[in-house]
């Protein structure tokens, strides 16, 4: 596990004492926390749940009837 040393402005370390206080973690686990969230390369389970979860969610193409069509192109 590597350290990283960062430079906050007061008012930034002010709030980030505060939420690492609200959320029961040390500074450091914190910080290392919202660095995991921001680079997670797939979707909350919370929001996984909610796949499939609409079962009268309209299909594409019936999104998409009210779409008009487009128009021809210039030819060049």
Known sequence: MSQVTIYLEEEVEQKM???AQA???????????VIQ???????????ENLAGSWEDFP???DLRASI??????EAI
Do not use: C, F, Y
Request: zero cysteines; a positive charge.
């Open 68 to 73: 008009g069509s487009d128009i021809d192109r």
């Open 37 to 47: 969230d921001k680079v997670a390369n797939e979707w909350p389970k919370s929001i």
């Open 23 to 33: 959320a029961n973690l040390s500074m450091s686990k914190w910080i290392a926390k």
């Open 59 to 61: 299909a594409i193409d």
């Open 17 to 19: 004492k505060l939420a």
